[in-house]
Nanobody, 121 residues
Framework: QVQLVESGGGLVQPGESQRLSCAAS????????MGWYRQAPGKQRELVAT???????NYSGSVKGRFTFSRDTTKNTIYLQMNSLKREDTAVYYC???????????????WGQGTQVTVSS
């Protein structure tokens, strides 16, 4: 089984910063894409930032220039540094990973349980 565990959410004021982490653990052969998605109340889940293994991060337009995605492949961990947070960034943030569990298996998407980020004064 594969587990994705997010951490770092919480309450922050507008303009402040916050850093999220997501660590993958379990039994697998290789992790390909990893990324962050978010879902605000009453809205669909949307992409925040993703990256292929060793690739350049891809950001949504709403966070580009404010958020920074990074990945440590040696630790199977990704991070999301969020600066200049806005009220509209309030959402549950989910970690996603495309994982191939065995050498000849098919890649499968896994999701973390989500971490709440609330931006409010």
């Amino acid at each position: 089984q594969v587990q994705l565990v997010e951490s770092g959410g919480g309450l922050v004021q507008p303009g402040e910063s916050q850093r999220l982490s997501c660590a993958a653990s379990g039994s697998f052969f290789i992790i390909y894409d990893m990324g962050w998605y978010r879902q605000a109340p009453g809205k669909q889940r949307e992409l925040v930032a993703t990256s292929t293994r060793g690739g350049i991060p891809n950001y949504s337009g709403s966070v580009k220039g404010r958020f920074t995605f990074s990945r440590d492949t040696t630790k199977n961990t990704i991070y999301l540094q969020m600066n200049s947070l806005k009220r509209e960034d309030t959402a549950v943030y989910y970690c996603n990973a495309r994982v191939q569990r065995t050498e000849y298996g098919m890649p499968t998407d896994y999701w973390g349980q989500g971490t709440q980020v609330t931006v409010s004064s």
